[in-house]
């Protein structure tokens, strides 16, 4: 009899191999369905033959009542004749409901393979998806354009006022003397790295 499908861990989604497994499976019992089926013709034939001979035995029974003997071996040629019957009925039922457990389990298994392959195609399906999707593009803070300026220098700067390349290249140096300027403190960085220089510089490109 199969196996149940099985999951490992917190794998959710079947792999291919499970799948492959669970396909040899379903035919294995496709291929015995034919063999089981033309078995169970053979024992229905020859319950058929067994019956057919039952009523041949009763019918010469009631031909020959004069003879005791005769009757009596005629009688136990029945019931051997019926006890083999019964015996294959028993046995036919027991292999059918064998058949339509198999079947059971087969359809079962079947039905999981069908949602954990459809779960699997919408997992592969939604990957190649975000693969295709190209990435968002990110603001760059032209500040940062300046050599000597990172993030936090740049956000200084706008915190000033100073908040694009254009009003760094026109900013005044002159103005940055005063200890009131909000860029007092980093006059002489601005100056030794020419951060107006080069504002200018790729503003005019």
Same mark, same amino acid.
């Given at each position: 009899?199969?196996?149940?499908?099985?999951?490992?861990?917190?794998? $959710?989604?079947?792999?291919?191999?499970?799948?492959? =497994?669970?396909?040899?499976?379903?035919?294995?019992?496709?291929?015995?369905?034919?063999?089981?089926?033309?078995?169970?013709?053979?024992?229905?034939?020859?319950?058929?033959?067994?019956? *057919?001979?039952?009523?041949?035995?009763?019918?010469?029974?009631?031909?020959?009542?004069?003879?005791?003997?005769?009757?009596?071996?005629?009688? %136990?040629?029945?019931? =051997?004749?019926?006890?083999?019957?019964? !015996?294959?009925? $028993?046995?036919?039922?027991?292999?059918?409901?064998?058949?339509?457990?198999?079947?059971?389990?087969?359809?079962?298994?079947?039905? %999981?393979?069908?949602?954990?392959?459809?779960?699997? !195609?919408?997992?592969? =399906?939604?990957?190649?998806?975000?693969?295709?999707? #190209?990435?968002?593009?990110?603001?760059?803070?032209?500040?940062?354009?300046?050599?000597?300026?990172?993030? *936090?220098?740049?956000?200084?700067?706008?915190?000033?006022?100073?908040?694009?390349?254009?009003?760094?290249?026109?900013?005044?140096?002159?103005?940055?003397?005063?200890?009131?300027? #909000?860029?007092?403190?980093?006059?002489? $960085?601005? %100056? %030794?790295?020419?951060?107006?220089?080069?504002?200018?510089?790729?503003?005019?490109?």
């Amino acid at each position: 009899m199969a196996e149940p499908l099985s999951s490992t861990g917190d794998d $959710r989604m079947m792999s291919f191999h499970e799948a492959e =497994s669970l396909r040899a499976q379903i035919r294995k019992w496709q291929e015995r369905l034919p063999r089981v089926a033309a078995a169970m013709r053979q024992r229905s034939d020859a319950l058929a033959a067994a019956q *057919k001979e039952i009523r041949m035995l009763r019918a010469a029974q009631r031909g020959e009542p004069s003879n005791e003997e005769g009757a009596r071996a005629l009688e %136990r040629e029945l019931r =051997s004749v019926k006890e083999a019957a019964r !015996s294959e009925i $028993r046995s036919l039922r027991t292999r059918n409901q064998q058949l339509c457990d198999a079947l059971h389990i087969a359809n079962t298994q079947l039905e %999981r393979a069908g949602d954990r392959i459809r779960e699997l !195609s919408d997992c592969i =399906s939604a990957r190649a998806v975000v693969q295709m999707t #190209p990435p968002a593009p990110v603001d760059v803070d032209p500040l940062t354009g300046i050599k000597g300026i990172g993030d *936090k220098l740049a956000a200084t700067l706008r915190d000033a006022g100073v908040d694009s390349l254009a009003a760094l290249a026109t900013l005044d140096l002159d103005a940055l003397e005063d200890e009131a300027h #909000p860029l007092f403190g980093l006059r002489g $960085r601005i %100056r %030794r790295d020419n951060w107006v220089g080069q504002a200018r510089a790729l503003t005019a490109q």
